[in-house]
Nanobody, 121 residues
Framework: QVQLVESGGGLVQPGGSLRLSCAAS????????MGWYRQAAGKERELVAS???????NYADSVKGRVFISRDNTQNTVHLQINSLKPEDTAVYYC???????????????WGQGTQVTVSS
């Protein structure tokens, strides 16, 4: 089975930084788009950032300039650097990836278990 495992979350002071990481493992042929989503308490899940295989990035307007997404295609990993953290960044952050398991099959959407980011003084 394919697994996405996130790491790097925690409790951070406002203005601090975090680097979240996500590693995909399993019988993977290729990975298309990878991204990070977040869900705050009482809110719907929203896209934070995504990155294509070729490195094209997309960011939510609320995090542009503070958040940077990157990936290593050779290691099937994706990272999210979050700077100048604000209390409103508090949420569970989920890794997402569209993964091809076989050349004969279609891509499937996978999610990690999530990692908690709490921004508080």
């Amino acid at each position: 089975q394919v697994q996405l495992v996130e790491s790097g979350g925690g409790l951070v002071q406002p203005g601090g930084s975090l680097r979240l990481s996500c590693a995909a493992s399993g019988s993977i042929v290729s990975i298309d788009t990878m991204g990070w989503y977040r869900q705050a308490a009482g809110k719907e899940r929203e896209l934070v950032a995504s990155i294509s295989t070729g490195g094209a990035t997309n960011y939510a307007d609320s995090v542009k300039g503070r958040v940077f997404i990157s990936r290593d295609n050779t290691q099937n990993t994706v990272h999210l650097q979050i700077n100048s953290l604000k209390p409103e960044d508090t949420a569970v952050y989920y890794c997402n990836a569209k993964i091809l398991l076989s050349h004969w099959a279609a891509e499937y959407n996978y999610w990690g278990q999530g990692t908690q980011v709490t921004v508080s003084s």
